[in-house]
């Protein structure tokens, strides 16, 4: 049976790391991740607890249903007057039957994801490639998360379980019937759709290059044409390939990276190229990195004289890492800058940052006007010679990195919790929450009053009275307990009533002041 586990495991810890990280695999590629704190004390050899692990795994896995439990096949007519062109203009309110989106017993607005279905035309023959690993564990991490239903009459929001992550492996016509048939389509509303790599033929005004109805984007790669905005979602792209053993020794220190700026894209605009070169000529700490021409290794990137550099690992050499506007895959490699500690620079106004709804990406990247690239260096300069600043832009980057940009379970429950503060805003996470303020340690803001007042100076205390003499005399009572009051001020609103501050009043040391509104 797909759903039940089988005993196949990846054991991955650090030398001398605590920190024990078990992959379990499941039938048709689904994962799960597992990370489990250990001590080793006493001699505790951790590989000896590793069947014991994996054999807990399935008690404290969530007993829900799985979209891979059963893999019936679904036969696609060959129709299309069911296929709904993409709306442009959707909002939340337009687009979104609100009503569905009710909260669950956590707080939570219900999501339905599709069984997983073999998709055949009329002669049985298959219209989908199998899906990649990397979708297998979205539908697998959304299924088991706590918006899950199995109920479609409960949902909020509908996932299909078809991949439609790597769109250039897609036929648009074929895809646009599948969804079409699937029974609780309804033109695409309350339907959510996940995509990282587009189409080549994608119209400016839209990611996906099949008509999808009123359906939810969820992409990377937006620009604000093609972005509907508090509609879509902006997710970053996704490197499968990731290792972060070209990260073990990135040391974060301003002094430890040669490199000002470090520049490594896929292509260049021939603008921006010229603009760069100049930049690298008349200054030596720059770096413009292109793929290699005559090389055959692996993850090797040349600069203008041919001289090889390894990527991703040249990053940790760079204080900044330059992405200027191309025609797509703009931020492929904003994930590898953040996780290289080199702090990504974007040269792009129109494109949309990932997740840029609820994450503040002027506290981690810095943003130059295209028609100021001819002085970026200088710009650079000046705010890395502020320390702390480039420190805390540094420090929020990796924040950002480990928290949404790490794992792929990461982007499927972002989006969801996206979504959710959209439907039920009482529940919506807040700006701190999201983007964990890092505070520098420096003086105190000279705007925010301090709680406590000077021994030297003290304070002044204020009452406010009208026509009770004898309850502002008690308050001065126990004003005068206090220490640290230096004078008191009384604020005396009655004209017809005259307030006379005679024997009767507290004795006390503390100047006291009367102020009465005059007729």
């Known amino acids: ?209 099949f008509p999808h109805g009123k359906a939810i984007v969820a992409g990377a790669d937006f620009t604000q044409m093609s972005y509907r905005r508090s509609f879509d979602v902006s997710i970053p792209f996704y490197n499968p390939h990731q290792d972060d053993s070209s990260f073990i020794n990135s040391n974060n220190r301003y002094s430890s990276r040669p490199w000002l700026i470090v520049s490594a894209q896929l292509q260049y605009s021939e603008e921006s190229y010229k603009k760069i070169q100049s930049i690298s000529s008349r200054h030596g700490d720059v770096l413009v990195l292109l793929g290699c021409k005559d090389s055959n290794r692996p993850k090797t990137w040349c600069d203008a004289n041919g001289s090889e550099y390894l990527y991703p690992s040249i990053l940790t050499q760079g204080k900044y890492c330059l992405m200027t506007r191309q025609r797509q895959l703009t931020l492929l490699g904003l994930c590898d800058a953040l996780r290289a500690g080199c702090v990504p620079v974007v040269c792009a106004q129109s494109l949309v940052m990932p997740y840029s709804e609820v994450l503040d990406w002027k506290r981690a990247a810095v943003f130059v006007n295209e028609d100021r690239l001819d002085s970026l260096a200088e710009i650079l300069t000046d705010i890395t010679n502020d320390r702390d600043t480039y420190t805390q832009l540094q420090q929020q980057g990796r924040f950002f990195y480990e928290n949404y940009f790490k794992m792929i379970n990461q982007t499927a429950l972002t989006v969801l919790n996206i979504i959710n503060s959209r439907a039920l805003p009482h529940r919506a996470l807040s700006y701190d929450f999201w983007n964990r303020l890092i505070l520098p340690a420096m003086s105190p803001n000279p705007f925010i009053i301090p709680l406590v007042p000077s021994s030297e100076v003290g304070f002044t205390a204020m009452i406010l009275g009208y026509d009770r003499p004898s309850l502002v005399k008690q308050v001065i009572q126990q004003i005068t307990k206090t220490k640290h009051v230096s004078k008191i001020i009384i604020v005396w609103n009655n004209q017809k009533l005259k307030l006379v501050i005679d024997s009767s009043w507290p004795k006390t040391t503390i100047p006291v002041k009367v102020v009465c509104r005059q007729s």
């Not at 709306?87 to 309110?93: A, E, G, I, L, N």
């Not at 669950?104 to 999501?111: L, T, W």
């Not at 016509?173 to 029974?183: D, E, N």
């Open 1 to 209: 049976m797909i759903g039940v586990p089988k005993f196949a495991m990846m054991l991955r810890a650090r030398k001398g790391s605590s920190k024990l990280k078990v992959l379990c695999m499941f039938g048709a590629g689904s994962v799960a991740f597992l990370t489990i704190i250990y001590f080793i004390t006493n001699g505790m050899d951790v590989l000896c607890k590793i069947r014991q692990i994996c054999s807990a795994y399935d008690a404290i896995r969530p007993n829900k249903h799985s979209p891979f439990d059963s893999m019936n096949e679904m036969i696609v007519v060959d129709d299309t007057s069911h296929i709904t062109e993409t709306d442009f203009y959707c909002t939340y309110w337009s687009c979104i039957d609100s009503y569905k989106c009710v909260e669950n017993f956590d707080g939570k607005i219900s999501v339905y994801v599709y069984d997983v279905k073999k998709y055949v035309d009329s002669e049985l023959r298959s219209l989908l490639s199998q899906p990649s690993k990397e979708h297998i564990e979205l539908i697998w991490v959304i299924s088991q998360s706590r918006y899950a239903t199995t109920d479609p009459s409960e949902a909020c929001i509908f996932v299909p379980s078809v991949d439609l992550l790597n769109q250039k492996h897609l036929n648009r016509k074929t895809v646009a019937r599948i969804l079409a048939s699937l029974p609780f389509w309804n033109n695409g509303s309350n339907h959510l759709l996940f995509n990282m790599v587009p189409s080549m033929h994608t119209e400016a005004r839209t990611l996906l290059a």
